[in-house]
């Protein structure tokens, strides 16, 4: 449908809205059921089923990483490719799942993009779909919206660098969805997840796998609620520092940030 505008590490998602469905799939959701949020509760228990997750809060973030991948990394790299919008109007899709519960691809009909120029509009994203699961995700799993719109984020800002990487995009054409990252509210004065996804880090840094960073995601996506999960690498939580040694001359304990 939209295939030719994926490249380099971006081709995973190719396929990820679509008008076709694929062979083999588990759960099939329509738009409606996943947006009211009566279709959740049984595709987190098969994710936290599946990894032998026992909190539900931590199956739940988990899982919305999933969702947010496969719907934002696609609506990026579209609608920077094509400076149109997307209308994902939820009486429009399916969502074709895996066995475990897990967004596969989101299929449309009829053809979403829209025939007006729309350099980073996120209206519908926003509106249709994020905002309503995300409501319907706290409602049920008691976690804070900044969580779910910060596990979102994380994917809009990584569309954004990989086609600024792979260079097939003038920066001009990438510049009203990166704009967005730095203001509070959208244009059109409505609600913006985007907005500072990272913050930016004291020099030294390192991030949880002992690599150097100069920033980390804003919020903590509190994944670790369950045991067997730990932090993601960067996680405010994970990021140190190496302290100065101390008047005796031995290395004083890494700060936590």
Not at 9 to 33: C, K
């Amino acid at each position: 449908m939209y295939a030719r505008f994926f490249h380099d590490r971006l081709e995973f998602a190719a396929n990820a809205l679509s008008d076709t469905a694929p062979d083999d799939h588990g759960p099939v959701i329509d738009g409606r059921a996943m947006v009211d949020g009566s279709a959740l509760d049984d595709l987190v228990r098969r994710y936290a089923n599946s990894r032998a997750i026992d909190d539900r809060r931590a199956a739940a973030t988990e899982w919305s990483k999933f969702f947010f991948a496969r719907l934002i990394i696609p609506l990026v790299v579209i609608q920077c490719s094509t400076r149109r919008a997307l209308d994902l109007d939820p009486a429009h899709w399916q969502a074709y799942c895996h066995p475990d519960g897990t967004v596969d691809r989101f299929v449309l009909d009829p053809d979403p993009l829209g025939t007006q120029p729309a350099d980073g509009d996120i209206r519908s994203l926003v509106d249709d779909v994020m905002t309503p699961v995300t409501a319907a995700l706290v409602g049920e799993y008691r976690l804070s919206p900044r969580v779910f719109g910060s596990n979102a984020a994380m994917y809009y800002a990584w569309a954004l660098d990989q086609l600024a990487e792979q260079g097939h995009l003038p920066a001009r054409r990438l510049a009203p969805a990166r704009a967005l990252m730095d203001a509070p509210r959208r244009p059109d004065g409505g609600a913006n997840p985007f907005h500072a996804p990272f913050k930016t880090l004291e020099p030294g840094a390192r991030d949880g796998n002992g690599e150097p960073t100069r920033e980390c995601r804003r919020l903590c996506c509190v994944r670790d609620l369950d045991p067997s999960l730990g932090l993601c690498a960067n996680c405010p939580r994970a990021i140190t520092y190496p302290s100065p040694p101390n008047p005796a001359g031995e290395a004083a304990p890494e700060r936590v940030s």
